[in-house]
């Protein structure tokens, strides 16, 4: 069994990260991702989810969305 690799993990984010941001990350890319970092589709799938509530929450680590809903008016 192939032991967890923080590098491959973090080289893994930053392209998940660049295809979210860049509207890029279409149908069947997780397949291909997960096939050439040597991982599960599943993984992938968790650090998609991951990098997605990040990537909603703004450069300040606060969620954007969450804040609007709460202010009045």
Known sequence: ???RDPQRLRRMRLVVRRLIE???LEKGAQ???ADYFG????????VVN???RRHAAGPDGR??????AA???
């Open 1 to 3: 069994m192939v032991k």
């Open 22 to 24: 860049s509207d890029s």
């Open 31 to 33: 397949k291909r991702l």
């Open 39 to 46: 991982v599960t589709r599943q993984r992938v799938h968790q």
């Open 50 to 52: 991951e990098e997605r």
């Open 63 to 68: 969620d954007e969305a969450r804040e609007s």
């Open 71 to 73: 202010q009045p008016g």
